[in-house]
């Protein structure tokens, strides 16, 4: 998760984190993420990303300019749901991580901070609670040696901002 809000701050989309974009996923028929926004369904990752982008040119800059929509993490939290998921994976990765390696789990990470709607330090600004399910991305696991950011994406979000 170390890239979502710093991709997100330099207004950049976050579709490609998604379950809905990996090809291993797809071709194992794995559901859409299931992506809900302060109540509001949202059908795909890419509808987020343009809501995203709506948020990014509030009024404060009449959308105008660069974007000046911020998010400030405060808190992660993070618990593993299942230590020994391998829907989509392939078998040499079933066989050459086993249950406890930490590689198959599916994890639960709650995310909290503020997001701040203008360029300087009187602009106003919510606090943000947001909630993620990860899986194992078996494409980037599958390259030995990968320093990719994203080992795991999203099926689920449960964004609330207050």
């Not at 919510?126 to 994406?153: C, M």
Request: charged share 20%; with cysteine.
């Amino acid at each position: 998760m170390a890239w979502y809000y710093p991709t997100i701050n330099e207004g950049k989309p976050v579709s490609s984190g998604y379950v809905n974009n990996n090809k291993t996923y797809q071709a194992a028929s794995h559901p859409p993420a299931d992506i809900c926004i302060n109540g509001l369904a949202v059908a795909t990752p890419e509808e987020w990303d343009k809501l995203l982008e709506q948020q990014r040119f509030t009024k404060v800059n009449q959308g105008k300019g660069k974007p000046v929509v911020r998010y400030n993490v405060e808190t992660y939290d993070v618990h593993v749901l299942n230590s020994n998921y391998t829907f989509a994976a392939p078998e040499e990765l079933i066989k050459k991580y086993n249950k406890n390696s930490g590689v198959r789990m599916v994890m639960l990470v709650t995310v909290s901070g503020t997001v701040q709607f203008g360029a300087d330090k009187s602009s106003p600004k919510q606090h943000f609670h947001d909630v993620f399910t990860l899986v194992p991305n078996w494409e980037v696991i599958a390259r030995a040696g990968s320093k990719a950011t994203r080992r795991y994406i999203i099926c689920s979000q449960n964004y609330r901002a207050y």
